[in-house]
């Protein structure tokens, strides 16, 4: 089945700064990518996705970036702010039409003010 | 819409005992997910369900877990006899058939003592 890993696990930046956040799945077959983040205590909440037959999606101060070639897709976040601050999840699915998800195990971001 | 709704938002439990959780998916989403997380496990797939049919419960972790779909607007997870290792946060979500968005619900906070 399908595997995602995603990194680094913890992200500290100062308010401002960029952040990425990395992952890499094991079936070429995938094709859809979502990336979740999660607050403190609440939801999971679908922030970007993108899907296979595009390279980039901006929205805002938030990006995703996808290598079908590697298998690895990233999350962009620009000039970071305190309530950025959240657990970001990336995930992938699609293969053989399937729409099961298979998530990363989640990057913790710490955006200091 | 009132989103994805689950309930009990908060259930602490004696092992043994019988614990059901509930979820109302968002009207006229066909597709509906229980997920567990944990620290330990991060974001777990439960159970799919695709217009009221269970498709893949490969992620139930034991017969003592068991989720039913009685008709679009509402499903179950139940688990008998509890254990203290059950202990997470259980979240549905719903989705669109021909979409891969996933809505999540606020979860449920399960203890079991």
């Known amino acids: 089945g399908e595997n995602v890993e995603q990194h680094p696990s913890t992200l500290s930046v100062q308010e401002g700064d960029s952040a990425v956040i990395k992952c890499t799945y094991s079936?070429?077959?995938?094709?859809?990518f979502p990336w979740y983040k999660q607050e403190l205590g609440k939801r999971p909440q679908l922030i970007i996705d993108?899907?296979?037959?595009?390279g980039e999606k901006k929205d805002q101060r938030i990006a995703v970036t996808l290598n079908k070639t590697a298998k690895h897709f990233s999350l962009h976040i620009t000039e970071t702010q305190p309530e950025d601050s959240a657990v970001y999840f990336c995930?992938?699915?699609?293969?053989?039409?399937?729409?099961?998800?298979?998530f990363g195990r989640g990057t913790s971001l710490i955006v200091h003010p | 819409d009132a989103g994805v709704i689950q309930s009990p938002r908060h259930e602490v439990t004696e092992m043994g005992q019988e614990v059901t959780l509930r979820c109302k998916p968002i009207?006229?989403?066909?597709?509906l997910f229980w997920y567990r997380q944990t620290m330990m496990r991060g974001l777990e797939l439960l159970i799919y369900?695709?217009?009221?049919?269970?498709?893949?419960d490969s992620g139930m972790p034991e017969d003592r877990f068991s989720a039913k779909m009685p008709n679009a607007s509402f499903s179950t997870l139940k688990i008998q006899p509890s254990e203290p290792r059950d202990s997470a946060v259980y979240f549905c979500?719903?989705?669109?058939?021909?979409?891969?968005?996933?809505?999540f619900g606020p979860g449920t906070r399960l203890t079991v003592t």
């Open positions: 979500a719903s989705s669109l058939a021909a979409t891969y968005e996933q809505y």
């Open positions: 079936d070429s077959a995938s094709n859809y």
């Open positions: 993108i899907r296979s037959n595009v």
């Open positions: 995930a992938a699915s699609g293969k053989g039409g399937s729409y099961i998800p298979t």
């Open positions: 009207s006229g989403h066909n597709s």
């Open positions: 369900f695709n217009n009221n049919v269970p498709i893949d």
